[in-house]
Every structure is written in structure tokens, then in C-alpha cells.
């Protein structure tokens, strides 16, 4: 009896470490994500022509080979293609597409406003996730959720904004949406599958995306080592986040997590008005305030339901 008292007694420290430790990456992660929308901005503004999609596709490069790297050295490049699901393929295409959009939504309405608009996906998984991983949501879920959608109405209306700034909006409502579908292909695709295939696939399917797209429309390269070295500042940060952000989820409980997730939006909010004097009107502000406080109480809400 003793011994096990002690064993008891023995792990409480060494899971509030855990704790400590998970939020400390998820703040790492909040920070380096927010580096990012400030390269994807600061890339526009220093050669105006430069397509954000060429942006985006610099971040997969980087991302695809911090992954491959140390695959390749352990001769374990095999184990990162998984076990092939669907939902792996589909985690990829929704991931990627979110992620075009986002990157053109930051360079039409600036890091602040554009990451607030993004981070509805965690408002959209949990709207979704009756139908699509068959749990219910309380009233009080729903009354969050409620206000989340109303914080983003003030975030998309016009307020004597111009057509290219209604589209920037739109196009971030959108990369919200299809977070949220590609977060719930993770939540499919992790049951068999490490994090390191589920990246994988989000890599190897933006690749095609992207080579797509530039088949289509052209694309234009950088004009200076300056760009280059903010491209891939991006890329790297992004790499960066990626990686504490997962082992974040590792150590601490997901709910604490997906709350202090909603630092990166603010963080961004923050470089965008001190570093490009990209103020937010007040409905703009209202909305913000709203998204954050509905978005940060819906994870402990629905918590409660598992």
C-alpha cells in the first residue's frame, strides 16, 4: 500500500510538468505562426507582384524538407506515406486549400484581421462535429458558437471598405472552413497514423496543388534576396510551429491547448498594428474580442462531452 501511495504521489509532479511543458510549446507555436503571417505580408509589401501562392508554395518546400530529412537519414522514408486512408488524402487537399487561401487572404487584408477570420475553423469543427464524429453539443455550446458567428459577421462587414477588402475576408472565412474539414480528417486519419504522415500528405498533396495552379495561372519569382530570406523565414517559422504545436497536444490536455491557440491571432493582430499600422475598425475590434472570448470557451465546453 505504501508503494503504491508513493508511485501515486511520484507521478502528479511528473504530469503537471507535462502540463508546463505542452503550454510552453503551444506558446512557442502561437509565436512562430504569428512570424509567419508576417513574412506572408511583409513578402507583398516588398514586391507587390510576387503571387501569394508562390509564398505558400516556399512554406511546403521547407515544411516537406524539414519532414524528409531526417526520414531519409534513418532510412524511414517508407513509414511516412502511413497506411494510405482516404482521410489522409482528403486531410491533405482540405489543408492545402486552406492554406492558399489564408496566404491570399493575408497579403489582401493583413496578418490581424485575416488570422482572426481563420481561427472559425475551431468554431467550425465544433459546429460540424454532430454529423461528422457523431457527438452532441449542449446549449451552451451552441450559444458560443452563436457568438463566435457573431463576431465574425462584424469581422466581414464592409464598413466602407472596398470590394478587394470584402474578398480578403472572404477568402479567410474560407480557409477557416476548410481547416476545420481538414482537423476533422486528422481526427480519422491519427487513429492509425503518427503526425508525421498526416504532414506528409498535407505536403505531397499541396506540392501538386501548388504545380497545378502554377500551370494554370504562371507564376513570378523573386526579385531580390530580401524576399527570399522572408520567404523563407516563413517556411522555417511555420516548420516551427508545426512541430511544437503537435507536441503540445502530446503533453497537455487538448482543451488547454486549443484555448491558448487563440494567442496567435492576437499576436498577429498585434505585429499587424505596430509593424504595418494596419488598424482594425471597431466592429472589426468588437468582433475580434468576440471570436476570442467564445473561441477560447468552446474547447473546455465541449470538453465536458468526452
Not at 503550454?23 to 505562426?33: D, E, G, K, R, T
Not at 491519427?190 to 496543388?209: D, H, K
Given at each position: 500500500?505504501?508503494?503504491?501511495?508513493?508511485?501515486?504521489?511520484?507521478?502528479?509532479?511528473?504530469?503537471?510538468?507535462?502540463?508546463?511543458?505542452?503550454?510552453?510549446?503551444?506558446?512557442?507555436?502561437?509565436?512562430?505562426?504569428?512570424?509567419?503571417?508576417?513574412?506572408?505580408?511583409?513578402?507583398?509589401?516588398?514586391?507587390?507582384?510576387?503571387?501569394?501562392?508562390?509564398?505558400?508554395?516556399?512554406?511546403?518546400?521547407?515544411?516537406?524538407?524539414?519532414?524528409?530529412?531526417?526520414?531519409?537519414?534513418?532510412?524511414?522514408?517508407?513509414?511516412?506515406?502511413?497506411d494510405g486512408r482516404a482521410s489522409l488524402w482528403l486531410r491533405g487537399l482540405f489543408g492545402a486549400s486552406a492554406l492558399m487561401l489564408s496566404f491570399f487572404s493575408i497579403q489582401r487584408i493583413g496578418p490581424g484581421e485575416?488570422?482572426?477570420?481563420?481561427?472559425?475553423?475551431?468554431?467550425?469543427?465544433?459546429?460540424?462535429?454532430?454529423?461528422?464524429?457523431?457527438?452532441?453539443?449542449?446549449?451552451?455550446?451552441?450559444?458560443?458558437?452563436?457568438?463566435?458567428?457573431?463576431?465574425?459577421?462584424?469581422?466581414?462587414?464592409?464598413?466602407?471598405?472596398?470590394?478587394?477588402?470584402?474578398?480578403?475576408?472572404?477568402?479567410?472565412?474560407?480557409?477557416?472552413?476548410?481547416?476545420?474539414?481538414?482537423?476533422?480528417?486528422?481526427?480519422?486519419?491519427?487513429?492509425?497514423?503518427?503526425?508525421?504522415?498526416?504532414?506528409?500528405?498535407?505536403?505531397?498533396?499541396?506540392?501538386?496543388?501548388?504545380?497545378?495552379?502554377?500551370?494554370?495561372?504562371?507564376?513570378?519569382?523573386?526579385?531580390?534576396?530580401?524576399?527570399?530570406?522572408?520567404?523563407?523565414?516563413?517556411?522555417?517559422?511555420?516548420?516551427?510551429?508545426?512541430?511544437?504545436?503537435?507536441?503540445?497536444?502530446?503533453?497537455?490536455?487538448?482543451?488547454?491547448?486549443?484555448?491558448?491557440?487563440?494567442?496567435?491571432?492576437?499576436?498577429?493582430?498585434?505585429?499587424?498594428?505596430?509593424?504595418?499600422?494596419?488598424?482594425?475598425?471597431?466592429?472589426?475590434?468588437?468582433?475580434?474580442?468576440?471570436?476570442?472570448?467564445?473561441?477560447?470557451?468552446?474547447?473546455?465546453?465541449?470538453?465536458?462531452?468526452?
Open positions: 500500500m505504501r508503494k503504491a501511495r508513493t508511485r501515486q504521489v511520484d507521478a502528479s509532479p511528473a504530469r503537471g510538468s507535462d502540463k508546463r511543458r505542452g503550454l510552453a510549446c503551444m506558446l512557442a507555436a502561437c509565436l512562430l505562426f504569428s512570424i509567419m503571417t508576417v513574412c506572408v505580408y511583409a513578402a507583398a509589401l516588398c514586391q507587390p507582384s510576387l503571387p501569394s501562392t508562390v509564398v505558400s508554395f516556399v512554406r511546403v518546400m521547407v515544411n516537406l524538407a524539414v519532414l524528409m530529412a531526417p526520414a531519409l537519414l534513418s532510412g524511414r522514408i517508407r513509414d511516412l506515406f502511413g485575416s488570422t482572426f477570420i481563420g481561427a472559425s475553423s475551431g468554431v467550425f469543427v465544433v459546429l460540424l462535429s454532430p454529423w461528422t464524429l457523431g457527438q452532441r453539443n449542449s446549449g451552451v455550446v451552441w450559444f458560443a458558437i452563436v457568438g463566435a458567428f457573431a463576431g465574425l459577421f462584424l469581422l466581414l462587414k464592409p464598413e466602407e471598405r472596398d470590394q478587394a477588402d470584402l474578398v480578403g475576408r472572404a477568402l479567410a472565412l474560407g480557409s477557416g472552413f476548410l481547416a476545420a474539414l481538414a482537423y476533422l480528417m486528422v481526427a480519422r486519419a491519427g487513429r492509425s497514423n503518427p503526425p508525421q504522415s498526416v504532414i506528409f500528405y498535407f505536403c505531397i498533396v499541396a506540392v501538386a496543388l501548388h504545380l497545378a495552379y502554377f500551370a494554370y495561372a504562371g507564376f513570378v519569382l523573386p526579385d531580390s534576396a530580401d524576399v527570399w530570406l522572408i520567404m523563407l523565414l516563413g517556411g522555417i517559422s511555420a516548420s516551427g510551429a508545426q512541430h511544437y504545436m503537435t507536441r503540445a497536444y502530446q503533453l497537455a490536455p487538448a482543451a488547454l491547448v486549443s484555448a491558448v491557440g487563440y494567442l496567435s491571432p492576437v499576436l498577429s493582430l498585434l505585429w499587424s498594428i505596430l509593424l504595418f499600422s494596419r488598424t482594425p475598425g471597431s466592429n472589426a475590434l468588437v468582433g475580434c474580442g468576440l471570436v476570442l472570448l467564445c473561441g477560447v470557451v468552446l474547447p473546455f465546453l465541449t470538453a465536458r462531452r468526452v
